[in-house]
Structures are given as C-alpha cells and as structure tokens.
C-alpha cells in the first residue's frame, strides 16, 4: 500500500506519470516517423517493381522480335525469278 503525497500534499504519481509522458514525446515521434519511412519505402518498392515489369515486357516484346528491322520478299514462282532483301532496304512491292 502506498501513500503518496500525504505528508507534503503533492501527488507523486501523476508527477511521474506525467514526467514518464514528457520523456516518450521524442521516443513516440521517432517510431511515428520511422513506420512513415518503412510505408515510404514499400511505396518506393512497389514502384521499382512496376517499373522493372514494364522494362521487361518492352525488351520481351520490342527488343527480343526475331523480325525486327527483317524485311521479307517472295516470288509466287521460284524457277523464274528469286528475291532477296537486307534489314536495310525500304518498303516495297514490285510485280514483274
């Protein structure tokens, strides 16, 4: 059993109730601040992710194409006439 503040008509424990308060305001502000960091952070992750996804499906589908910058040519009868083409010829279409 305690008797607090009797003898001098303080009360002791609201004193260090609210001393113990005062000290856990930084305490308190520091871990609010550092869960702010950790949601940033995962924020920042879920970015990169997205970013490193959308750079793969770009190379998947632009840089990886086995026809890129292949240009084709056919002739209906290959006995009398042949084609032949380079990745650096231009868009055309020539009967004989």
Known sequence: MRISGM???MDIDQMVKDLVRAERVPVDKMVQKRLTLEWQMEEYRSINRLFDEFRNNIFD???RRANMGARSA???DESRITAETSSTAGNASCQI
């Open 74 to 76: 056919s002739s209906t």
């Open 7 to 9: 003898a001098s008509g």
């Open 61 to 63: 589908t632009v840089m």
